[in-house]
Nanobody
Framework: QVQLMESGGGSVQPGGSLRLSCAASEHTVKHGHMGWFRQAPGKEREGVAAIDDVDGSTTYANSVKGRFTISQDNAKNMLYLQMNSLKPEDTAIYYC?????????????????????WGQGTQVTVSS
């Protein structure tokens, strides 16, 4: 199973930006769709964005469309999440995931149940 490690979390003011990174132990393309998820205190884990391992198509949660961008660098076994215009409601632990299956419309699914490998998470706090 692929090992994943997130970095790049931190505290930022509303309207600010952060870039999360996820390092994979093996070639990312071998491990299905990859995605970012988050879990706020007292809430269930939710999908934020995912990227297809074959054609690079992407899926975003409605709450982050136009603000977040998922990307991957297969040569470096890295997955990224650029987060702009951050809001207090974006505060959560963010997780990187791999071994994703399933589709949603024309892109990969962002259902957490369809991903098999998870990182430990990185905290993102948006507060003034």
């Amino acid at each position: 199973q692929v090992q994943l490690m997130e970095s790049g979390g931190g505290s930022v003011q509303p309207g600010g930006s952060l870039r999360l990174s996820c390092a994979a132990s093996e070639h990312t393309v071998k491990h299905g769709h990859m995605g970012w998820f988050r879990q706020a205190p007292g809430k269930e884990r939710e999908g934020v964005a995912a990227i297809d391992d074959v054609d690079g198509s992407t899926t975003y949660a409605n709450s982050v469309k136009g603000r977040f961008t998922i990307s991957q660098d297969n040569a470096k076994n890295m997955l990224y999440l650029q987060m702009n215009s951050l809001k207090p409601e974006d505060t959560a632990i963010y997780y990187c995931a791999a071994e994703g299956t399933g589709t949603m419309g024309w892109g990969p699914s962002i259902d957490p149940a369809e991903f098999g490998a998870w990182g430990q998470g990185t905290q993102v706090t948006v507060s003034s």
